[in-house]
């Protein structure tokens, strides 16, 4: 998006050199591509702030390594003079234009305060687990988020609540109930992202949640949440190709919207295809779930391929996917090993043909929006 914009910006130059528009028209195009530039990380951001995360660690590991040879009250005070360092000079650079450096120590103390509890909760021997942990780490984050209004800090508030799910999820030997609380945790920083204009952690967000229901899938009747999220995901897909700029005024996903919903109705098909198959005879149910997902594909890339190169791919990846389920279920119980090589390359030379007719038409003389 940055470099469409600097294009855009010398092209209106250009264009009031050589008269095809006035200076007050070339002001106002100017101004209107500065306000809908979309914000991105530049590389000295990324790596101001992998340098907060590695000084993070190294302090925590400092503190933890002289653990026992420093007295408790300086432990406790320099695990806070970390936290309120970070945060207070962060504030202080972001108001002094340094606003890349200020996020990295706001990181940093965001990093001392979940270290901090783990190593006071050892210090003054505070029950408690790894899960509960990580939901105050991660409270403490969001909170932190919405006061300073930190796009990353609402990322990273949201990839705790992504830890604490997989931690919970996949503790099959001590876990009493599923972590549904994670729905609540997901709609609150969803909130919490508006306020903050984190685009990114609401894109994080949906996945996570796609990431719950899979999850979810497996430890339930998987017909009984498979069939909602495909219906559901084919209704939001449809809404938001039919009605694109209210849709996406709610959401806020920067119009990929789409490529969610896509995502979405694939990864429940194929949960829905994995629980019908059978191994050994032609399974009717899975025929009609195939058959949605073919149809669903192409719908996709007819509707909204023009617009997506990031939809397109995701759709050429859900045909392969189906390409190779379909001989797997149907067709493996009759071929050798030699057959199914030859069926392989008869599936791969469809799947680069009828990519290569697609790309073409989405290459045609109607412009295209911007590829997600």
Avoid at 67 to 74: F, G, H, I, K, S
Avoid at 228 to 238: H, N
Avoid at 267 to 291: K, Q
Wanted: proline share 3%; net charge neutral; hydrophobic share 60%.
């Amino acid at each position: 998006m940055a470099g469409y914009s600097s294009r855009v910006r010398v092209d209106i130059a250009r264009w009031q050199q050589a008269g095809l528009i006035d200076a007050p028209t070339a002001d106002s195009l100017a101004r209107d591509i500065e306000a809908n530039e979309r914000k991105s990380l530049s590389f000295g951001s990324i790596l101001a702030m992998m340098a907060a995360l590695l000084f993070g660690a190294s302090i925590l590991i400092f503190v933890a390594a002289n653990w026992d040879t420093v007295p408790r009250l300086a432990r406790v005070l320099a695990l806070f003079a970390v936290i309120v360092g970070g945060y207070i000079g962060g504030a202080v650079l972001k108001t002094r234009d340094h606003a890349a450096i200020g996020e990295a120590l706001w990181i940093v103390a965001a990093a001392a305060f979940g270290g901090s509890i783990a190593l006071i909760g050892q210090m003054y021997h505070l029950s408690g687990d790894e899960a509960s942990a990580l939901v105050t780490w991660g409270t403490g984050t969001a909170l932190a988020a919405v006061m300073l209004r930190s796009n990353p800090l609402t990322v990273a508030s949201v990839g705790i609540a992504d830890a604490w799910l997989f931690l919970r999820g996949f503790d099959y030997f001590s876990r009493s109930e599923f972590p549904h609380a994670f729905v609540v945790m997901a709609t609150v920083l969803y909130a919490v992202s508006f306020w903050t204009r984190s685009q990114p952690a609401r894109h994080l967000i949906i996945l996570s949640v796609l990431s719950y229901l899979v999850l979810l899938i497996t430890n339930h009747d998987t017909l009984q949440v498979a069939i909602p999220l495909v219906i559901v995901s084919a209704l939001l897909f449809a809404a938001s190709v039919l009605a694109p700029d209210p849709v996406d005024r709610i959401v806020q996903l920067g119009g990929r919207l789409p490529l969610h919903a896509l995502l979405g109705f694939l990864t429940g098909l194929a949960m829905i295809e994995f629980e019908l198959a059978d191994e050994s005879t032609y399974n009717s149910g899975f025929a009609i779930a195939s058959v949605i997902a073919l149809a669903g594909i192409v719908a996709a890339i007819v509707l909204a391929g023009r617009e997506s190169r990031g939809l397109r791919w995701l759709a050429y990846a859900g045909f392969a996917f189906e390409l190779a389920i379909i001989y797997v279920v149907t067709l493996q119980s009759m071929l050798d090993t030699a057959g199914f090589f030859l069926a392989a390359a008869v599936l791969l030379g469809v799947l680069a043909l009828v990519i290569i007719r697609v790309e073409k038409r989405m290459k045609g003389p109607v412009a295209g929006g911007v590829a997600a």
